[in-house]
């Protein structure tokens, strides 16, 4: 197992992957609303997206041929076949879980926005650090899309109210 960590740094207005020894492997970094963003690590420079009303989903490289996509209704993998994700919430966090064969991701995000994001590697994970950091950017703006519905229910219930 491979203990990782997404810390945010405001400096850079990214999240830094670092591993257990403190070495940065990675970057993440996104607009506001969490429907765009690049991640930069050993695979280079790649675009990430995520798209939906409730933001399930989350493709690495071009929206219409993703390299990468992780999807509750079919992920796309390279080199692992069969790959399926999933995401689950409660009070305190999100996590994501990628599994094949012999091969889990699991990410985590506070769900209230303070402390860093953890991930276990567990197996042999090809492109790893490009799979970690879409999943974290996945989660992310998964986060931010539940943040965005309950403001918004919160305003309907309230009439507006705080305007």
């Known amino acids: 197992m491979t203990a990782l960590t997404l810390s945010r740094d ?4 990214a999240y830094i992957l670092t591993g257990p ?9 996104a607009d506001r609303r969490f429907r765009h963003g690049e991640t930069v690590s050993a695979a280079g420079s790649v675009a990430v997206h995520s798209g939906g009303l409730r933001r399930r989903s989350a493709c690495a490289g071009d929206e219409d041929a993703p390299v990468l996509r992780l999807d509750p209704d079919g992920s796309v993998v390279p080199g692992l076949p069969g790959a399926r994700w999933d995401v689950t919430r409660d ?3 999100f996590t994501g879980t990628l599994s094949a064969a012999g091969v889990s991701v699991v990410v985590t995000v506070p769900a209230g926005g303070n402390g860093p ?16 950091l879409t999943a974290a950017f ?4 998964r986060r931010r ?19």
């Open 91 to 93: 009070r305190t966090r």
């Open 10 to 13: 405001n400096a850079r207005g």
């Open 117 to 132: 994001l953890e991930a276990d590697v567990r197996g042999d994970v090809p492109g790893w650090d490009l799979v970690v």
């Open 145 to 163: 899309a539940d943040t965005m519905l309950t403001a918004a229910l919160v305003s309907v219930a309230t009439g507006g109210a705080g305007r």
């Open 21 to 29: 020894d403190g070495t940065v492997l990675g970057s993440l970094a």
């Open 138 to 141: 996945a989660l992310l703006a």
